[in-house]
């Protein structure tokens, strides 16, 4: 019904803002990630919008673009996932970060959002993993975005799968492995992950 709305900010608070278009205020429910990303109280602002009709009541969700919009329609295809738990996912992975958990199979950063345990977190993982791959490159992102300036070698993203296998998040294991030299052999590159995150 509303693809998407502009106008300017004229509440806000730790889960929602509200967007005045002539003369009509709009109060959308968002994620901390859009919070960042629109502006204060009195700032023009545009959010992509999701209507989310139940026999009580009508919700309107904002995000602050498209992709982030695409991720939260995904998780709610997730058999147990309702809105809140959508928006407690995406306000704690921004959608490229979440791509990345899920396609990695890491749950651990998934239970990060409130409200989600292992249970949900790995139904999402498991039926949104076959999505990941269907997703273009640049939606989802490579080992290289949490290593700024270093490009990682085939040995560096065996080892980062490693220790993901291990319970730490991809995130974590790439920043870990961020120096390393990519000739040294995964299981080197494993030992010197391990010592960097513990």
Same mark, same amino acid.
């Given at each position: ?55 009580d009541a009508l919700e309107l969700f904002g ?78 992102? /490579?080992?290289?975005?949490? /290593? ?51």
């Open positions: 019904m509303f693809y998407s709305i502009r106008g300017k900010i004229v509440y806000a608070d730790t889960s929602s803002v509200a967007l005045e278009c002539s003369g009509v205020a709009f109060r959308c429910s968002v994620t901390l990630n859009t919070l960042k990303n629109i502006g204060g109280v009195g700032e023009e602002a545009s959010l992509y919008t999701y209507l989310s009709v139940r026999e995000f602050y673009n498209e992709e982030e919009l695409e991720f939260f329609k995904m998780l709610l295809g997730v058999s147990g996932v309702g809105p809140k738990a959508a928006l407690a996912i995406l306000s704690q992975n921004t959608p490229s970060a979440l791509a990345l958990s899920i396609s990695s199979g890491d749950v651990k950063a998934i239970t990060k959002a409130q409200g989600v345990g292992p249970k949900i977190a790995q139904r999402v993982v498991l039926e949104l993993k076959d999505k990941m791959k269907g997703l273009s490159s640049s939606a989802l992102p /490579s080992q290289e975005s949490f /290593s700024p300036g270093q490009g990682m070698g085939g040995n560096i993203s065996e080892a980062v799968s490693a220790l993901v296998s291990l319970g730490f998040s991809a995130a974590d294991a790439a920043r870990a492995l961020s120096k390393a030299d990519p000739s040294m052999r995964v299981e080197d590159l494993v030992k010197i992950g391990l010592k960097q995150l513990y």
